[in-house]
């Protein structure tokens, strides 16, 4: 499953969903936002999607990463709005039979979901000014 | 690549939608408009767009908006730049993701 959110993730809901007879382990990535990027001072920052295509793509990354890696549950939900420093902004949880797997799909979904699904960062720094951020 | 621009003349206006997103919103001044046109193909469109702005905004530069990297959608689907534009499509143009 993959989704927008506009509210704060709920990462032990999201950690449920993974939860299967099937799987022994379980891997998950949360990221949160820092107060510093490329140098610079960061306040806040706020996500604008393009939803439809965004959920669409996400799901098709997470199917792709079913394909890939013997896996149980994938899950990621990635935040939409205004975000404050330490917000959680975006969530991946897989689970698998082994441990191998989910170590990889975990880091397929993240690495995919950050160049492929049409979201876009907007950072607010200290010296008062904004801008939108390209991937590094 | 850069794709290529065929000639958008003699080609009957029609009436399309733009959405922009991310930082093309700050350059080119708009985040979402209605517009007729004559363009028949995502490419021709954003080449109308870009020229324009660049005529009203003297401190942007061609290579700021440079096509290589901006995704073109029609009707929420990925495009092609020479896809054919039709009455009534909804068209966006989304620079590189930046999420996670």
Same mark, same amino acid.
């Given at each position: 499953?993959?989704?927008?959110?506009?509210?704060?993730?709920?990462?032990?809901?999201?950690?449920?969903?993974?939860?299967?007879?099937?799987?022994?382990?379980?891997?998950?990535?949360?990221?949160?936002?820092?107060?510093?990027?490329?140098?610079?001072?960061?306040?806040?920052?706020?996500?604008?999607?393009?939803?439809?295509?965004?959920?669409?793509?996400?799901?098709?990354?997470?199917?792709?990463?079913?394909?890939?890696?013997?896996?149980?549950?994938?899950?990621?939900?990635?935040?939409?709005?205004?975000?404050?420093?330490?917000?959680?902004?975006?969530?991946?949880?897989?689970?698998?039979?082994?441990?191998?797997?989910?170590?990889?799909?975990?880091?397929?979904?993240?690495?995919?979901?950050?160049?492929?699904?049409?979201?876009?960062?907007?950072?607010?720094?200290?010296?008062?000014?904004?801008?939108?951020?390209?991937?590094? | 690549?850069?794709?290529?621009?065929?000639?958008?003349?003699?080609?009957?206006? =029609?009436?399309?939608?733009?959405?922009?997103?991310?930082?093309?919103?700050?350059?080119?001044? @708009?985040?979402?408009?209605?517009?007729?046109?004559?363009?028949?193909?995502?490419?021709?469109?954003?080449?109308?767009?870009?020229?324009? =702005?660049?005529?009203?905004?003297?401190?942007?530069?061609?290579?700021?908006?440079?096509?290589?990297?901006?995704?073109?959608?029609?009707?929420?689907? @990925?495009?092609?730049?020479?896809?054919?534009?039709?009455?009534?499509?909804?068209?966006? @143009?989304?620079?590189?993701?930046?999420?996670?």
């Amino acid at each position: 499953m993959f989704a927008l959110s506009q509210q704060p993730i709920n990462a032990q809901s999201l950690r449920q969903q993974c939860q299967d007879p099937q799987a022994g382990g379980f891997v998950c990535f949360e990221g949160w936002v820092r107060d510093h990027n490329q140098g610079k001072s960061v306040t806040r920052l706020a996500y604008e999607a393009y939803p439809a295509l965004a959920k669409s793509e996400g799901e098709r990354i997470l199917a792709e990463a079913r394909q890939r890696f013997d896996i149980v549950q994938a899950v990621c939900v990635h935040r939409v709005g205004m975000l404050d420093i330490g917000d959680m902004a975006v969530w991946v949880g897989v689970s698998a039979a082994h441990r191998d797997a989910a170590f990889k799909a975990c880091r397929y979904i993240l690495d995919e979901v950050k160049s492929r699904v049409p979201i876009w960062k907007n950072e607010s720094w200290t010296d008062g000014e904004s801008g939108w951020v390209e991937q590094e | 690549m850069r794709p290529e621009i065929k000639s958008a003349q003699d080609s009957p206006a =029609r009436q399309l939608t733009v959405e922009l997103y991310g930082r093309l919103k700050d350059q080119l001044g @708009f985040v979402h408009s209605t517009r007729q046109t004559t363009a028949t193909t995502p490419a021709q469109l954003w080449q109308e767009l870009v020229a324009e =702005r660049l005529q009203q905004h003297k401190g942007l530069e061609a290579a700021q908006l440079a096509p290589e990297s901006i995704r073109p959608v029609i009707n929420d689907t @990925f495009a092609a730049w020479d896809d054919t534009l039709t009455e009534g499509d909804r068209v966006a @143009f989304l620079p590189p993701s930046s999420g996670g």
